[in-house]
């Protein structure tokens, strides 16, 4: 081990993309990000150019270069890619993306889902990829293209992910990982192979599948035209990383049975380290691949969280936003403080979290977001405190799903740009009833691509005593009992408040799509 040697970490997100540089000993050297946003063309659509990811890498590690010095620069051994999951973009044989990405948060392909259910029963599809057949997932996009865009369909080479797409785009090499491939519907999670079976069924041809390699696997080496603008050495080599979340359980060294990662940033993914394949007998947890090899993650993949804090800043919060120009300080910050200056429960302001469908208490893409209890009492600081109960509300729901399967949880760690905020730490603490930890590195899916790039390219051999010895936490805080037993009786109405309101969420659907 070379002391000078240097890894790069990329994280293509929802709303931005990180660049992140750190040394042999796990400490950051460097840091940046480059913003973009999410298209929404249309009610339950989201969209994104996998072009502007590009862009945002070569702007990234630009900003890098300028900040740190070629001479540090130059001592990058490596580079590790993790993004956003359950997106597809379609390429062809010269490798030009076909369309703009559908990602994650996208819903378009309802009808496909219902088509997908009727092939195969819900409950055998389950065992045999681990997934909720849901439009989120990829090969109900893949069937909506087949449907709706028949002309991308037929000149369809692959299918890729994000994170395939940006592999692709620094290597040339068409690849993908087990944690990617995990969440498509077309993986066998036993067998971690793609399942004929249910490409058979679906009649979506293997072929157009990338090969599956670990995620500490050297995809290819970064090609000269890609370094040139990235102001990077030509031929350093790329490791496959994987999703966000199954990325960021590395980064904050969550291995191990009876840990759960709660991951607020634009979603909110809730994830649990399993040693052997275990299902959910409600169906409402997934399973997918761990980034961290012959391991699994029990997963809610992710609610809108951030994102609707972010939202309700944007539309509700502009003097906010003022002042931060202003002094320098975060708006988030601000928002949090107000929401500090309310009392636990919002004054009996309850909020359902459920912008973009719901996953738990079970899974509805037709669930909406909802403020229940309004009155002439509450403020702008009930209205934000809602919003980080309710999100809080959900972990809780995967914590007892959790329990409910055998898994005894003894910790919390809470990452992600959410974690700054210690009300955001304190509430998830007192409505789980869990001890909640706090990784000093809370950008844990860059950090977590460093660390799997140091293992990818032999600096460090194994995972697990990499992770032990670099991973420090900055906040541990316990539950009041008394805020748990109150939060409790909140649950159970937040809950009742969900099935109450089931018919309507699918009315509202129904009337903006006759619309």
Not at 57 to 76: A, E, M, P, Q, Y
Not at 427 to 445: F, H, L, M, Y
Request: charged share 20%; glycine share 8%; with cysteine.
């Amino acid at each position: 081990m070379k002391n000078d040697q240097l890894i790069m970490g990329v994280d293509v997100g929802t709303s931005g993309l990180k660049a992140m540089v750190c040394d042999v000993e796990g400490n950051i050297i460097g840091a940046t990000s480059a913003k973009y946003e999410a298209e929404y063309p249309r009610p339950g659509w989201a969209e994104q150019d996998p072009l502007v990811w590009e862009s945002a890498f070569i702007k990234s590690t630009n900003t890098l270069v300028s900040k740190l010095g070629h001479d540090i620069i130059n001592s990058v051994e490596g580079i590790c890619v993790s993004s956003q999951i359950d997106g597809l973009i379609t390429i062809d044989k010269e490798g030009k993306p076909l369309h703009k990405a559908i990602i994650w948060i996208d819903r378009r392909a309802t009808r496909q889902v219902e088509e997908i259910k009727k092939l195969i029963d819900c409950k055998d599809f389950y065992k045999i990829t681990g997934l909720v057949i849901d439009p989120s997932h990829p090969a109900a996009k893949i069937l909506w293209l087949r449907d709706n865009r028949r002309d991308i369909y037929n000149t369809a080479w692959k299918f890729l992910s994000p994170n395939d797409y940006m592999i692709y785009f620094l290597t040339g090499n068409v690849l993908t990982d087990y944690t990617n491939a995990s969440t498509t519907m077309l993986f066998d999670i036993k067998k971690r192979n793609w399942s004929g079976e249910i490409c058979e069924a679906l009649d979506i041809d293997v072929s157009k599948l990338p090969d599956i390699k670990s995620s500490i696997h050297i995809a290819g080496y970064l090609l000269e035209n890609i370094a040139h603008k990235a102001s990077l050495r030509s031929g350093i080599p790329v490791v496959m990383g994987g999703g966000d979340e199954e990325v960021g359980a590395v980064g904050a060294g969550v291995l191990s049975e009876g840990s759960v990662l709660d991951i607020i940033g634009t979603a909110e993914p809730i994830v649990a380290p399993v040693n052997s394949p275990v299902l959910d007998p409600s169906m409402t947890l997934e399973l997918h691949a761990h980034a961290c090899p012959d391991k699994w993650l029990l997963e809610n993949t992710g609610i809108l969280s951030g994102g609707i804090y972010s939202h309700f800043l944007k539309n509700f919060c502009q003097d906010r936003v003022t002042e931060s120009n202003k002094n320098g300080v975060s708006p988030y910050d601000l928002m949090n403080s107000e929401a500090e200056s309310t009392e636990p429960g919002s004054g009996g302001l309850l909020f359902l979290p459920f912008c973009s469908g719901s996953i738990t208490p079970e899974w509805n893409p037709e669930a909406k977001g909802v403020f229940i209890g309004i009155t002439p009492y509450h403020n702008r600081g009930h209205f934000i405190r809602a919003i980080i109960e309710g999100t809080a509300f959900v972990v809780r729901d995967v914590v007892e799903k959790l329990s409910n399967i055998g898994l005894k949880i003894n910790n919390l760690v809470v990452a992600g740009g959410g974690s700054r905020g210690k009300i955001w730490l304190e509430t998830r603490a007192n409505i789980t009833g869990i001890t909640v930890k706090s990784p000093i590195v809370e950008d844990v899916t860059p950090y977590g691509a460093c660390l799997l790039g140091m293992v990818g390219i032999g600096i460090e051999k194994n995972l697990e005593k990499l992770i032990s010895r670099v991973i420090k936490y900055r906040e541990v805080l316990m539950p009041e009992k008394r805020l748990y037993k109150f939060y409790s009786e909140m649950h159970k109405i937040y809950l009742e408040a969900y099935y109450s309101l089931k018919n309507v969420f699918s009315r509202l659907a129904l009337s903006s799509s006759i619309y």
